[in-house]
């Protein structure tokens, strides 16, 4: 049964008041706040302290206990642009209403933009961005790489202009969180996934620009370096110009926009043709340009009086050319006669000292059976066979033996 109104003559008890008071704000639970640390103080490992609007003139109090101190991961001070997560809560002896933080998270763009600073110097003091370690990218990609938010602009405006330019262009696309939490996470593996595939030549990573705030997975650190890891070129196609995340930075292409992006990657079929076809225009001509001159200079050589009677280069040469004829006959005549005397020489030296001159003498070479010479009577026997060599031919003979005295 609901309690009755409370009249003067029928007041609640305090108790049944505060107790109304606890459960009404408890309905509330807990709710994100954002506002200006203006207090803060550490007692116990709790910390006590105050949350301004930012525009405002409210204050509220805040408790945080130790406990959820230990998790954050960041570091808080007076100043600081924050939201908290906080349960109001009112207590019902006290009398008093108390706010627990839960999670406090900076959102400062100072303090923001402060720690990206840090990183971006870090990074660029590693060599992350520089001109020498970026890579070109492909004339014509086969397969184009794309990491966008699922059903997005981005990716439309991506595939829309790069088939319009080239229809035959193919895209693999993975899709991530392109704001909050899981943005670094989800881009780094569909970055390392893309990079893996040996047909992707190139790979776009989109997003059709935002608030500072929703493009901070961008500059994430990890983020920053998968794209510097990658082998793959890497295009980032963020499309915020204020603020450049830190992908933009280690990409090795910058886009402005998606679109852009996609002019960028893929050549116009189009304006290809336009230009070979000027191409071929200008080396026709510069082959045409190259003969002509050419034509020309053949033309000038021949009209020349050198070139133009050619037979005067013979008739100067002739007589020199005459005169070594008879020179050369000469000298080969000498040469042949004095060879055809040495000849003869050579001729009767031979004939003077060949046997035949001897046979023709009259003489005669007695040979035994087996063919040696006979030198003296003893080397024939009575009835041992010879052969007589004669000037004109052999005898048959047989050694009648030793005539008259051996000597």
Do not use: C
Request: neutral net charge; proline residues 4%.
């Amino acid at each position: 049964m609901a309690d009755a109104p409370a009249t003067r003559d029928a007041p609640w008890p305090v108790a049944l008041l505060s107790g109304k008071l606890r459960d009404y704000i408890d309905r509330l639970g807990t709710v994100w706040v954002e506002g200006e640390v203006t207090q803060w103080g550490v007692s116990g490992g709790n910390v006590y302290g105050k949350l301004k609007d930012l525009e405002a003139d409210a204050t509220i109090s805040f408790t945080m206990w130790s406990s959820v101190r230990a998790r954050l991961d960041e570091q808080f001070k007076q100043g600081d642009h924050v939201v908290a997560l906080i349960k109001p809560s009112w207590w019902v002896k006290g009398g008093s209403l108390t706010m627990q933080v839960f999670d406090l998270k900076h959102v400062g763009l100072g303090d923001l933009l402060e720690r990206l600073e840090r990183l971006r110097a870090q990074l660029s003091a590693e060599g992350l961005f520089a001109e020498s370690r970026k890579k070109r990218l492909p004339f014509l990609p086969g397969v184009v790489g794309l990491v966008t938010g699922r059903d997005s602009d981005a990716e439309k405006d991506v595939l829309r202009n790069a088939r319009l330019r080239w229809p035959a262009v193919e895209f693999r696309t993975v899709y991530a969180a392109v704001q909050g939490d899981r943005t670094a996470v989800e881009v780094v593996a569909a970055i390392q996934r893309l990079d893996a595939d040996p047909d992707v030549e190139v790979i776009i990573v989109a997003r059709g620009g935002g608030d500072f705030q929703n493009l901070l997975g961008f500059s994430d650190e990890r983020v920053v370096r998968a794209a510097a890891a990658a082998s793959t070129p890497i295009v980032s196609a963020i499309g915020h110009e204020a603020d450049r995340p830190l992908l933009d930075e280690v990409a090795d292409l910058r886009a402005s926009t998606p679109t852009d992006a996609a002019k960028r990657v893929v050549p116009d079929v189009a304006e290809e043709l336009v230009r070979i076809e000027h191409l071929r225009a200008r080396l026709g001509m510069r082959l045409t340009s190259i003969l002509t001159r050419e034509i020309d200079r053949i033309g000038h050589l021949r009209s020349r009086p050198v070139l133009a009677d050619a037979s005067w280069i013979v008739d100067r040469r002739a007589d020199e050319l005459t005169r070594w004829v008879a020179r050369g006959t000469e000298l080969v005549g000498r040469t042949l006669e004095r060879a055809a005397s040495r000849t003869a020489e050579l001729r009767t030296q031979l004939r003077a000292l060949s046997p035949q001159a001897t046979l023709d003498r009259g003489y005669a070479i007695v040979q035994g059976a087996d063919g040696h010479v006979v030198r003296a009577p003893g080397g024939a026997p009575a009835g041992a066979p010879l052969v007589v060599t004669l000037a004109e031919g052999s005898l048959a003979a047989t050694s009648q033996g030793p005539v008259g005295d051996a000597e």
